[in-house]
């Protein structure tokens, strides 16, 4: 079983029936797991080259690709219930805090930003922001896994989380 399926086969129940955005999604590997349970996925990245190279012979339904940059993304506030990086943390570190907040905005409040990493480089950004925000703020809102293979942090935007809120847990003030 490739890793992107097996990630998203322990994601299933929270993925299942959900709107999902996957932002630098790259050839969309991941989204196109995600595809077996999610009901609506937006898989994005600055560069849709990556997905056209890889000729998908057939694109489930319920996949829309756009092109578009991760530190500012065109969508509306709150519109989905899960927001995914995959694998991309680290070619994006110089943005991070733009890129964590900008998934905050488009994520429903009680929704979840979700993390993966399967390389060392993101998993030790993973690790490095998960411990901050413990630091900071007890890391109520984080839960974080890993194993030999992957880390996952996924952090619940809080019901009474109001922009402010988000700006200073992101540090972006
Ligand atoms: C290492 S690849 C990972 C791609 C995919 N998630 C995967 O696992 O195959 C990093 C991706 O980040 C994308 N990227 C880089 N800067 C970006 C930005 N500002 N906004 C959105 N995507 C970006 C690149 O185009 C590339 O597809």
Redesign the pocket.
């Known amino acids: 079983m490739k890793i992107a399926d097996e990630i998203v086969k322990s994601l299933s129940d929270i993925i299942k029936n959900k709107k999902i955005l996957e932002?630098?999604?790259?050839?969309s590997?991941?989204s196109l797991s995600d595809s077996k349970y999610a009901s609506e996925i937006f898989a994005?990245?600055?560069?849709l080259e990556?997905f056209y190279r890889r000729n998908i012979k057939e694109i489930p339904d319920n996949i829309k690709v756009y092109e578009?940059?991760?530190?500012e993304l065109k969508l509306k506030d709150e519109e989905f219930d899960l927001t995914f990086c995959?694998?991309?943390i680290g070619?994006?570190v110089e943005?991070k805090d733009l890129v964590l907040s900008e998934m905050l905005r488009v994520t429903k409040k009680g929704g979840l930003v979700v993390l993966i990493a399967t390389w060392t480089m993101d998993k030790k950004i993973l690790y490095e922001l998960h411990e901050n925000w413990v630091r900071k703020d007890n890391g109520k809102d984080l839960r974080y896994m890993q194993n030999s293979k992957y880390s996952i942090l996924i952090i619940e935007k809080n019901f009474c989380a109001d922009q402010d809120t988000l700006a200073a847990k992101t540090g972006r003030y």
């Open positions: 932002i630098a999604c790259g050839d590997e991941f994005t990245d600055i560069s990556r578009m940059n991760a530190a995959y694998n991309a070619h994006l943005m």
